[in-house]
């Protein structure tokens, strides 16, 4: 039905960086919002940005001025650039997408498989 295909992490030293991508397919009418978020190992998932589709942008106080949100309309893809990368950014990070399937026509949260990303001191 609806796929969230995620590309772009992997192993880097601090103060490197690294762009995520997500892409999302299927049977999708709209696109309400999309978002990363993280997980490192005993933690809590957390947001790290999201996107409406309409462009306004939030990012969570630790990510402030090193992270970037953007999204490309017509391929229903959302980015996430990450600069200035610290070892406490080291985690599995999802794409999130709030969206109205095609065919159910209801609004609901997506999720991708997760991708790694690590920084190295």
């Known amino acids: 039905q609806v796929q969230l295909v995620e590309s772009g992490g992997g192993l880097v030293q601090a103060g490197g960086s690294l762009r995520l991508s997500c892409a999302a397919s299927g049977s999708i009418l709209s696109i309400n919002a999309m978002g990363w978020y993280r997980q490192a190992p005993g933690k809590e998932r957390e947001l790290v940005a999201a996107i409406i589709w309409s462009g306004t942008t939030n990012y969570a106080n630790s990510v402030k001025g090193r992270f970037t949100i953007s999204r490309d309309n017509a391929k229903n893809t959302v980015y996430l650039q990450m600069n200035s990368l610290k070892p406490e950014d080291t985690a599995v990070y999802y794409c999130?997408?709030?969206?109205?399937?095609?065919?159910?026509?209801?609004?609901?949260?997506?999720w991708g498989q997760g991708t790694q990303v690590t920084v190295s001191s």
């Open positions: 999130n997408a709030n969206l109205r399937n095609g065919i159910t026509l209801r609004s609901q949260d997506y």
